[in-house]
């Protein structure tokens, strides 16, 4: 690009208006890959009052947006291959509700996906989300967040706990009172309390699954310093998907 700075810029603008970058990031995917990773991240914007997708985060004070990158594994690291935004703004306004913008994130890949499991983490953990996962008979694994979640057959609770250095199993268990999971359980040395892990698949192979997934913090912060993300902002939603694609 020879030209000025403000004439290149015009330049990207027409390129991304005239182009479809989704369709070649989904190149990217891996068809040897064994899973695709699901991982959300805040866009902090405190300095945007007017932009239509921008609302509050997680503390409710700081002004942004989510993110939610797919990504298939690479020798310890992640490549991503397609990601859906939302915001409380976006869903206050009636758009598509987090849940649905989630799985949406999913449906993008669905054809590829075949039967690799979707790893998603602890944030993911809703029944809602479950149901359609297991409707559109996506394979899935999810680490929890432990609670009063589960119950048996019976309509029992049942409580999640073991002791240190063991791996406990529990299958066919109800997570709460909607969709019926694997759990298992491990606490490892050095960690100061147990792990769960909760899938479709058989347990041992979900825990399998998720000791694969790792580094997608570290794809993150590059994406967002070495390539200036954090400074990325677009009045138009279209446009900024378009530059994070």
């Not at 989630?102 to 890949?109: G, R």
């Not at 029944?127 to 119950?151: D, T, Y």
Request: aromatic fraction near 12%; glycine fraction near 6%; charged fraction near 25%.
């Amino acid at each position: 690009m020879t030209k000025n700075e403000a004439a290149n810029y015009k330049l990207g603008q027409r390129f991304r208006e005239a182009n479809d970058p989704q369709a070649v990031l989904l190149r990217l995917f891996r068809e040897e890959a064994s899973l695709v990773i699901g991982d959300p991240t805040e866009m902090q914007r405190p300095q945007e009052n007017k932009t239509v997708y921008v609302g509050m985060l997680s503390d409710r004070e700081t002004k942004g947006y989510w993110l939610m990158l797919l990504a298939t594994p690479y020798h310890g690291w992640a490549i991503p291959c397609g990601f859906v935004d939302y915001s409380s703004k976006t869903i206050n306004q009636g758009a598509t509700p987090r849940n649905q913008r989630h799985f949406a994130a999913s449906q993008q890949v669905k054809e590829l996906l075949g039967e690799r499991p979707l790893m998603l983490d602890r944030e993911f953990s809703y029944p809602k989300l479950l149901e359609n996962l297991v409707r559109e008979e996506v394979n899935f694994v999810i680490r929890l967040k432990v609670g009063p979640s589960f119950c048996d057959g019976e309509d029992q609770p049942v409580a999640l706990s073991m002791p240190k250095g063991e791996i406990r199993i529990l299958n066919k268990i109800f997570y709460k009172g909607r969709v019926f999971v694997n759990v298992i359980g491990v606490w490892r040395e050095g960690f100061s309390e147990p792990m769960w892990v909760m899938t479709n698949l058989v347990a041992k192979a979900g825990l399998a699954f998720y000791d694969e997934r790792k580094k997608i913090e570290e794809t993150f912060r590059d994406l967002k310093s070495l390539l200036n993300f954090h400074k990325l902002m677009n009045k138009r939603l279209c446009l900024m998907e378009k530059w994070w694609l």
